[in-house]
Each structure stands twice: as structure tokens, then as C-alpha cells.
């Protein structure tokens, strides 16, 4: 009986490198229990977690990005059609391992005049859909806006223009002026000012979050959520109704307004637009969900934009005024519901440029994110973050934004730094800089790594009026990305270079536990001046010798469980199979030597992408109780590494065992090393 059993799971599984759906196996994307989410909890040391896992019973990481294209603009699609969304999205996941994108729709693409809703838009947007859901990429739906509408003279998008007339929005012709003085005007430069200087984007915001009446000529007063709710409405039933179960099933929720500003940006107003308005909105959009068969969906609520960015519109003028804080929502939205952030560098990205980013400098803002979902009892997701790649000073580095941003994805702020202000010795160049005293250069042996989709994968980047890369004009090669993507080198001649690598990123998307700590390290070099940026080593002794000071690896530690089914790792396609090696508890292989179809037992790797000349692979790791490794309580590692040159066996055997020795005292190996600056968070608990 258990030979047949075992013979069955087999060929479930070797199935996958066919055309024929298996069932029963973890490889089957299709499956229920590889594709279908649910959230879950993990406790270490009296913290308490929420996180996403399979129906094994795997933690499930998303790693992804925002798709956009001509979204904002044009036609309201992200791609010019659906063999283009195959082609793009493809690209993507052999790439970058992507599993997860924040998908735009538009409300005036939806609904361009009153309850006159465009199913051909909608049916276009669905048949892009399913070429990502056939890639086995999550999707979770956004309805996007930005500074309210573009009927407003120097708005943006995201609202029709015939609910800004019938909201009677005042000053919708005047634009954004940053000072208004008789006849001394002087203009705004940055689109995110008219949150701030523009009287009509001001007036639409505080208008719409008090749920103004609409004028209808025909209908008379209409609230203005119950136009938005059934807009909603319409499009989550059109498109559950033109997907099938299984591909339903990989749509996992909805992103209901982007960036919510009120009108008044006000701090005393803060707590009444969070419990009153914001909440109240999501709420009604919640029930709307659940009736129209999205009740098993998540809600990705976005706290108000400016709780963990300053009050100096969005970097292009610095107000002085700190953040809004977290902790207005009074109780937790309860289950159903994620903490849905986003993350900008305004500093940096606008004109109060002080300091370059240091090794740490992102960790403790993520941790902000991190720290409100544990308040609210809901998993966190940081849906926006971005880089921008077009010419800067040195202070704007690239290379360290992306490092650092994914570093604090990766992990948070160590126990052992702490920050402070006014410590230590102070430079003119890091004048409004925080000092950290370093007790430890340890990561903590428990961290939350985060679930994010970056911005954006845009393949229509040259067509934007707001682009300011030049050599996008007439872009070519697989992709064009914006506000922190890959447009710098478009073509695939040049698409190894620096940058890019810092993009193509190992990551652990399914773990056969719960993950305790992980860390992609890429080599590359800052954008500025080439220097190397050796931020994390693996150093298991602490009084010993660093490993992989230059080099790339990957490294997860988790807290194993009798699942049946192994952990999956992306690994870029950098790590070429004759000089990488992966490292476990158990042992050591070479890339080579693993084998190269499912097994129920063994080690194996797989292309991201069957058939995909540039694809990265899966590294898939199974768990081990045998108990002959000596890692206690249920511990597991993974490490995988690249090197020119061979490695020796015993070498790699002693390194083997002084991380298990490391791991046996509850302690991470990873080491940060170098000049670390972890930057004091922007933002708040208000309860504190």
C-alpha cells in the first residue's frame, strides 16, 4: 500500500513537466493546495506574526510587481494587449521569480459616463489577467488614482470627469501653485504638490471622503460612494464570472483606493478621516465584496498616505512636519484584512538631499510596517516602493536604494542597533542624520520577511509624458520600468549589467514551515563611484572568519514541518549551475549534481520557466527529521551560493557545521559588517 501511494505521488508530481494537470501534487499549480492562500499566525519569543501559507501548509512569500503601462493614461490598460501581457509577463517571472502583481484598473475606464459601465474594457483587462494567472502569479486588483482626476487642472488620474463636475469640485481650473501672491505666481513642479497647493485636488479629496452628492441630471442627489461602490461592484462580479474556479482562485483581493489623502491633510483630523470615512468606505466596499462572491477575497487596506511619509509633498518641498503615525484605526478590521503600506524615500526622490543610504538605512522604517500590522492582528503587504533610475546626484545612488529596500524586506531592524539621535561623531554631509550604537552586528534569529510588489513593470514606459528617461524614448528589449525599475539598460545586451542584478533577486517563495530569517545578497557595485557594498556576510563563529564577504548567496532559516512537500527557492539566472552550490543541514551539492525532475525525497531543481532560455530556476529543499544533522528544534537552513571557482567538499562541510552549531544557540549567522547608519523611522505609533 504505500509503495502504491508513494508510486502515485510520483507521478503526480512528474507530471508537472507536462501538459497534463496532476492531482496531488505540490508542482501542479493548479492544485488546491499550491494555489489557494490562507493567513495564518507564527509566534517566536512573544511576538505574534501574520503571514500568507498554502493549503500544505507552506509560508508563502510574495515577491512582485506593480503593472501599469498605459494605465494611467490612454486606454487604461497596462499592456497593448493580452499576447503582449504573455510576452512581458513571461519575461518577468523568468527574470525575477515573480508570483505576485498589484494589477490597475481605473475608474474612468470602468464607468465613462453614469453607471454606464465599459465591459469591453473589462474583458480586455481579464484576458491579460489570465495570461498572468496561467503563469501561476497572484494578482490582487487596484483601483488606482493620483491627485484625484486629470478634469482637475494639474490633477492626475483615477476619478471620470462627470463625478468632478456633479461633485461641483471648486477650483478645478486653477492648477497647483506653490505661492499665489497678486500677481507673483510661482508654478508647482512635481505632480504630488497638488495634494498640498492645489485648491481644486484639496477641495475633490475633501468633497469625495465625505461622501459628497453627486448632481445627476436624470437621478438628482447620488452619494458619491454608492457610484464608487457599484463601480466596484460590477467589475469584481464581471470578473469572477469570466474566470474560472481555478483561475479565480488565484486573484486574491482587492486594493480599493489608491493612497487616500484627505482634503485638509490636517493631524487633528486624522482620527475622525481613519475611523469615519476611510474605514468606513472599505467597510461598505468589504460588504460589496461578499455580496458579489469575493467573501473569501482580502482586503488590502491602504492607511491614509501621508501616516509614514512627511507632510512635504511627497519630497518636493520639505514642510517640516512629520508624519501622520499609525494607530488612529481604533479596533482591527479583524479577519479578511491587510495592512497594505507603501514606502518612498521622499528625501532622496525630491530636493532635501542630505545623506547617502548606508548598510541598514531602510530597516527600521520597514519595521514600522511590520510593527502596525501586529497592532492590527492582519498580515502586512508593502504593495508600492520604487527607485527612481534617472540621472542623479550621489545621494540618490541606485544601487544602494535597491539594496537597502530589499534588505528591509528581507529583515528587520537587529536588536542589537540601536538608534539614537545626536550619537556620535557628526559630519557635515549627514547633518540631519540619526547615530546608531552597535552592540551587536547580528541579524536577530527571528525576523518577518515581507510580501511586496514593487513599482512598476511598465512595457510602455516611452510613451509617458511624465518619463524622464531619455534613452526610453523608443525603448526596446523585454521591458521599460519606472519609478525605481529596470529602464536604465532596456536591451538584453545590457541587461546584466549592475543594476539589473540588483533586481534579479533570490528569494524563498514557498517554505515548508514557518520562516524565521532570510537574505539575498547580491555583489553589485553603488551606481555612483563602483564601490563595493559588502553589507552582509555569513560569519557562524563570531569570533571566526566572514564568509562570502563579495560574493552572492542565499540564506533561510526556518522552523521545519512533516508537510510532505519540500520549500521552493527562485534563484536568478546568474548562478550558473556548474560554480553554485546549495547547503542544508544535511549536507552539501552542487548545482549540478541536484537532480533535475520532481522527487518526494531528494533535493531537485527546476527552470523558473520551462523552455525559457533566460529563465532563473527552483531550488525545491525537503525537510529532514532523521535527527543525524545535530540541528535541534526543528530547525532547517538553506544556503545557496555562487563561485567562480570550485569548491572543496570539507570546506564546505566545516562551514556546514559551524552554522548548525550557530543555529543550535538560536542565533543567525548572518553578519552586517562595514560603516551601518540604520535611519531613524519617519513615522509613529500614536498609542506610544
Given at each position: 500500500?504505500?509503495?502504491?501511494?508513494?508510486f502515485f505521488f510520483f507521478v503526480c508530481a512528474t507530471s508537472f513537466l507536462t501538459p497534463v494537470k496532476a492531482s496531488g501534487s505540490f508542482l501542479d499549480l493548479t492544485h488546491p493546495k499550491t494555489r489557494d492562500l490562507e493567513v495564518a499566525s507564527k509566534s517566536y519569543d512573544g511576538q505574534t506574526d501574520y503571514y500568507?501559507?498554502?493549503?500544505?501548509?507552506?509560508?508563502?512569500?510574495?515577491?512582485?510587481?506593480?503593472?501599469?503601462?498605459?494605465?494611467?493614461?490612454?486606454?487604461?490598460?497596462?499592456?497593448?494587449?493580452?499576447?503582449?501581457?504573455?510576452?512581458?509577463?513571461?519575461?518577468?517571472?523568468?527574470?525575477?521569480?515573480?508570483?505576485?502583481?498589484?494589477?490597475?484598473?481605473?475608474?474612468?475606464?470602468?464607468?465613462?459616463?453614469?453607471?454606464?459601465?465599459?465591459?469591453?474594457?473589462?474583458?480586455?483587462?481579464?484576458?491579460?489577467?489570465?495570461?498572468?494567472?496561467?503563469?501561476?502569479?497572484?494578482?490582487?486588483?487596484?483601483?488606482?488614482?493620483?491627485?484625484?482626476?486629470?478634469?482637475?487642472?494639474?490633477?492626475?488620474?483615477?476619478?471620470?470627469?462627470?463625478?468632478?463636475?456633479?461633485?461641483?469640485?471648486?477650483?478645478?481650473?486653477?492648477?497647483?501653485?506653490?505661492?499665489?501672491?497678486?500677481?507673483?505666481?510661482?508654478?508647482?513642479?512635481?505632480?504630488?504638490?497638488?495634494?498640498?497647493?492645489?485648491?481644486?485636488?484639496?477641495?475633490?479629496?475633501?468633497?469625495?471622503?465625505?461622501?459628497?452628492?453627486?448632481?445627476?441630471?436624470?437621478?438628482?442627489?447620488?452619494?458619491?460612494?454608492?457610484?464608487?461602490?457599484?463601480?466596484?461592484?460590477?467589475?469584481?462580479?464581471?470578473?469572477?464570472?469570466?474566470?474560472?474556479?481555478?483561475?479565480?482562485?488565484?486573484?486574491?483581493?482587492?486594493?480599493?483606493?489608491?493612497?487616500?489623502?484627505?482634503?485638509?491633510n490636517k493631524r487633528k483630523d486624522t482620527k475622525d478621516f481613519v475611523n469615519n470615512k476611510l474605514f468606513k468606505l472599505y467597510r461598505k466596499l468589504k460588504k460589496r465584496m461578499e455580496d458579489v462572491g469575493w467573501e473569501d477575497k482580502l482586503m488590502f487596506s491602504e492607511p491614509v498616505v501621508f501616516w509614514n511619509v512627511?507632510?512635504?509633498?511627497?519630497?518636493?518641498?520639505?514642510?517640516?512636519?512629520?508624519?501622520?503615525?499609525?494607530?488612529?484605526?481604533?479596533?482591527?478590521?479583524?479577519?479578511?484584512?491587510?495592512?497594505?503600506?507603501?514606502?518612498?524615500?521622499?528625501?532622496?526622490?525630491?530636493?532635501?538631499?542630505?545623506?547617502?543610504?548606508?548598510?541598514?538605512?531602510?530597516?527600521?522604517?520597514?519595521?514600522?510596517?511590520?510593527?502596525?500590522?501586529?497592532?492590527?492582528?492582519?498580515?502586512?503587504?508593502?504593495?508600492?516602493?520604487?527607485?527612481?533610475?534617472?540621472?542623479?546626484?550621489?545621494?540618490?545612488?541606485?544601487?544602494?536604494?535597491?539594496?537597502?529596500?530589499?534588505?528591509?524586506?528581507?529583515?528587520?531592524?537587529?536588536?542589537?542597533?540601536?538608534?539614537?539621535?545626536?550619537?556620535?561623531?557628526?559630519?557635515?554631509?549627514?547633518?540631519?542624520?540619526?547615530?546608531?550604537?552597535?552592540?551587536?552586528?547580528?541579524?536577530?534569529?527571528?525576523?518577518?520577511?515581507?510580501?511586496?510588489?514593487?513599482?512598476?513593470?511598465?512595457?510602455?514606459?516611452?510613451?509617458?509624458?511624465?518619463?524622464?528617461?531619455?534613452?526610453?524614448?523608443?525603448?526596446?528589449?523585454?521591458?521599460?520600468?519606472?519609478?525605481?525599475?529596470l529602464t536604465k539598460f532596456a536591451t538584453p545586451k545590457d541587461y546584466l549589467k549592475s543594476t539589473h542584478k540588483a533586481f534579479e533577486r533570490g528569494y524563498i517563495k514557498r517554505t515548508a514551515g514557518e520562516l524565521y530569517n532570510s537574505y539575498y545578497n547580491d555583489n553589485v557595485r553603488d551606481s555612483f563611484k563602483s564601490?563595493?557594498?559588502?553589507?552582509?556576510?555569513?560569519?557562524?563563529?563570531?569570533?571566526?572568519?566572514?564568509?562570502?564577504?563579495?560574493?552572492?548567496?542565499?540564506?533561510?532559516?526556518?522552523?521545519?514541518?512533516?508537510?510532505?512537500?519540500?520549500?521552493?527557492?527562485?534563484?536568478?539566472?546568474?548562478?550558473?549551475?556548474?560554480?553554485?552550490?546549495?547547503?542544508?543541514?544535511?549536507?552539501?551539492?552542487?548545482?549540478?549534481?541536484?537532480?533535475?525532475?520532481?522527487?518526494?525525497?531528494?533535493?531537485?531543481?527546476?527552470?523558473?520557466?520551462?523552455?525559457?532560455?533566460?529563465?532563473?530556476?527552483?531550488?525545491?529543499?525537503?525537510?529532514?527529521?532523521?535527527?543525524?544533522?545535530?540541528?535541534?528544534?526543528?530547525?532547517?537552513?538553506?544556503?545557496?551560493?555562487?563561485?567562480?571557482?570550485?569548491?572543496?567538499?570539507?570546506?564546505?562541510?566545516?562551514?556546514?557545521?559551524?552554522?548548525?552549531?550557530?543555529?543550535?544557540?538560536?542565533?543567525?549567522?548572518?553578519?552586517?559588517?562595514?560603516?551601518?547608519?540604520?535611519?531613524?523611522?519617519?513615522?509613529?505609533?500614536?498609542?506610544?
Amino acid at each position: 500500500m504505500n509503495f502504491l501511494l508513494s508510486f502515485f505521488f510520483f507521478v503526480c508530481a512528474t507530471s508537472f513537466l507536462t501538459p497534463v494537470k496532476a492531482s496531488g501534487s505540490f508542482l501542479d499549480l493548479t492544485h488546491p493546495k499550491t494555489r489557494d492562500l490562507e493567513v495564518a499566525s507564527k509566534s517566536y519569543d512573544g511576538q505574534t506574526d501574520y503571514y500568507f501559507r498554502d493549503l500544505w501548509g507552506r509560508e508563502v512569500l510574495m515577491r512582485g510587481w506593480n503593472v501599469s503601462g498605459k494605465a494611467k493614461n490612454g486606454d487604461y490598460l497596462s499592456f497593448k494587449n493580452a499576447d503582449d501581457a504573455e510576452k512581458f509577463l513571461e519575461d518577468q517571472k523568468a527574470k525575477v521569480g515573480t508570483n505576485v502583481l498589484r494589477w490597475m484598473f481605473q475608474w474612468p475606464g470602468v464607468e465613462k459616463s453614469f453607471r454606464e459601465y465599459d465591459d469591453v474594457y473589462l474583458e480586455k483587462q481579464v484576458k491579460q489577467m489570465k495570461k498572468a494567472i496561467k503563469l501561476g502569479m497572484y494578482i490582487f486588483i487596484d483601483f488606482h488614482q493620483d491627485a484625484f482626476s486629470k478634469a482637475i487642472k494639474d490633477g492626475y488620474n483615477g476619478t471620470p470627469e462627470f463625478v468632478v463636475d456633479w461633485m461641483k469640485v471648486k477650483h478645478k481650473d486653477e492648477g497647483c501653485w506653490l505661492l499665489r501672491l497678486g500677481k507673483i505666481r510661482v508654478k508647482c513642479f512635481v505632480w504630488s504638490m497638488s495634494y498640498f497647493f492645489n485648491r481644486g485636488v484639496k477641495d475633490a479629496n475633501t468633497k469625495f471622503w465625505n461622501n459628497a452628492n453627486l448632481h445627476t441630471p436624470q437621478n438628482g442627489l447620488v452619494p458619491v460612494w454608492d457610484v464608487y461602490t457599484d463601480m466596484i461592484g460590477h467589475t469584481l462580479k464581471y470578473i469572477k464570472k469570466n474566470l474560472t474556479k481555478e483561475e479565480f482562485s488565484y486573484i486574491i483581493g482587492l486594493d480599493p483606493y489608491n493612497e487616500p489623502a484627505n482634503g485638509t491633510n490636517k493631524r487633528k483630523d486624522t482620527k475622525d478621516f481613519v475611523n469615519n470615512k476611510l474605514f468606513k468606505l472599505y467597510r461598505k466596499l468589504k460588504k460589496r465584496m461578499e455580496d458579489v462572491g469575493w467573501e473569501d477575497k482580502l482586503m488590502f487596506s491602504e492607511p491614509v498616505v501621508f501616516w509614514n511619509v512627511s507632510l512635504r509633498a511627497l519630497g518636493a518641498i520639505d514642510l517640516a512636519v512629520k508624519p501622520l503615525g499609525y494607530g488612529h484605526l481604533e479596533e482591527s478590521p479583524g479577519e479578511g484584512w491587510v495592512w497594505n503600506a507603501h514606502f518612498y524615500d521622499e528625501k532622496r526622490q525630491g530636493l532635501v538631499l542630505k545623506k547617502i543610504v548606508k548598510n541598514g538605512g531602510y530597516l527600521e522604517n520597514y519595521d514600522s510596517i511590520r510593527k502596525a500590522a501586529r497592532l492590527y492582528e492582519i498580515p502586512p503587504f508593502v504593495s508600492e516602493f520604487g527607485i527612481p533610475l534617472y540621472p542623479k546626484p550621489e545621494i540618490s545612488d541606485v544601487n544602494r536604494k535597491v539594496k537597502a529596500t530589499y534588505q528591509a524586506l528581507d529583515f528587520g531592524k537587529p536588536k542589537g542597533i540601536i538608534v539614537r539621535k545626536g550619537l556620535g561623531k557628526r559630519k557635515k554631509l549627514f547633518a540631519d542624520s540619526f547615530g546608531n550604537k552597535i552592540k551587536s552586528r547580528y541579524v536577530d534569529f527571528y525576523s518577518l520577511s515581507l510580501s511586496g510588489t514593487k513599482w512598476e513593470w511598465s512595457p510602455d514606459k516611452g510613451n509617458w509624458k511624465n518619463n524622464k528617461n531619455n534613452d526610453l524614448k523608443k525603448p526596446v528589449g523585454f521591458l521599460g520600468v519606472s519609478g525605481g525599475a529596470l529602464t536604465k539598460f532596456a536591451t538584453p545586451k545590457d541587461y546584466l549589467k549592475s543594476t539589473h542584478k540588483a533586481f534579479e533577486r533570490g528569494y524563498i517563495k514557498r517554505t515548508a514551515g514557518e520562516l524565521y530569517n532570510s537574505y539575498y545578497n547580491d555583489n553589485v557595485r553603488d551606481s555612483f563611484k563602483s564601490r563595493p557594498l559588502k553589507w552582509v556576510s555569513l560569519r557562524p563563529d563570531p569570533n571566526g572568519k566572514e564568509y562570502f564577504v563579495d560574493q552572492k548567496y542565499f540564506y533561510a532559516h526556518w522552523k521545519a514541518k512533516r508537510l510532505g512537500v519540500p520549500s521552493e527557492i527562485f534563484i536568478p539566472r546568474h548562478f550558473k549551475k556548474k560554480e553554485s552550490y546549495l547547503i542544508t543541514q544535511d549536507g552539501v551539492w552542487s548545482f549540478k549534481d541536484l537532480e533535475s525532475k520532481p522527487s518526494l525525497t531528494n533535493h531537485f531543481i527546476l527552470k523558473g520557466i520551462n523552455g525559457h532560455e533566460d529563465s532563473g530556476n527552483r531550488i525545491f529543499v525537503h525537510n529532514s527529521f532523521s535527527g543525524n544533522s545535530g540541528l535541534r528544534g526543528g530547525l532547517h537552513f538553506a544556503l545557496i551560493f555562487s563561485y567562480e571557482k570550485e569548491k572543496k567538499k570539507p570546506f564546505l562541510n566545516k562551514l556546514r557545521k559551524k552554522i548548525i552549531k550557530r543555529l543550535n544557540q538560536k542565533k543567525s549567522p548572518l553578519y552586517m559588517r562595514g560603516d551601518i547608519l540604520v535611519e531613524k523611522a519617519k513615522t509613529f505609533n500614536i498609542r506610544d
